[in-house]
Nanobody
Framework: QVQLVESGGGLVQAGGSLRLSCAAS????????LGWLRKAPGKEREFVAA????????YYADSVKGRFTISRDNAKNTVYLQMNSLKPEDTAVYYC??????????????WGQGTQVTVSS
């Protein structure tokens, strides 16, 4: 059974940092795009960041560029999201996702259950 399990969410003050982890099990994800998406209350789910299959190319939403860093450890089947300079508008449920093609906000091969990130002002 394939599972993606997120951890590392929580409550932090504006300007603070959090590091999310997503541990994948059930198969090897070396050939998958791994990424993070988020959904804030009353908003559509949106793309945050993705790491392409080889791990050499990363993509970010404009809203998080320069503040968030995605990385992956293929040996551990794990993807991380380091979030710095957090803002209240970063408050959302963050989801890890894996896809053989491209991680998108709407459709992916595999999803995690989500982890809540709350940034207080």
């Amino acid at each position: 059974q394939v599972q993606l399990v997120e951890s590392g969410g929580g409550l932090v003050q504006a300007g603070g940092s959090l590091r999310l982890s997503c541990a994948a099990s059930g198969r090897t994800f070396t050939n998958y795009d791994l990424g993070w998406l988020r959904k804030a209350p009353g908003k559509e789910r949106e793309f945050v960041a993705a790491s392409r299959r080889s791990g050499g190319t990363t993509y970010y939403a404009d809203s998080v560029k320069g503040r968030f860093t995605i990385s992956r450890d293929n040996a551990k089947n794990t993807v991380y999201l380091q979030m710095n300079s957090l803002k209240p508008e970063d408050t959302a449920v963050y989801y890890c996702a894996a896809d053989l093609r491209v991680v998108t906000p709407l459709r992916n091969d595999y999803w995690g259950q989500g982890t809540q990130v709350t940034v207080s002002s």
